[in-house]
């Protein structure tokens, strides 16, 4: 891969991160859930909600995980 090629990935990256940290705060309520972990999204008494936070939980993993790869 280009050096560009890496670097646009690493930023699009950054914006799914972004969007799941944002999307789970939104479903849980509040940020506890990112020092508590995924502990936390078992909390939520709205079953809609925990759906979309497990979700985005998980979009954030698969992120950080390719992160992680690229270095």
Do not use: P, T
């Not at 309520?29 to 985005?56: K, M, P």
């Amino acid at each position: 891969m280009a050096i560009a090629q890496i670097k646009n990935l690493q930023r699009r990256l950054g914006v799914l991160e972004q969007e799941a940290v944002e999307e789970v705060s939104r479903a849980c309520g509040h940020e506890l859930w990112q020092s508590l972990g995924f502990d936390a999204l078992d909390s939520v008494e709205d079953a809609d909600r925990r759906a979309r936070a497990n979700y985005y939980y998980g979009q954030l993993q698969v992120v950080r995980e390719l992160k992680d790869a690229l270095g």
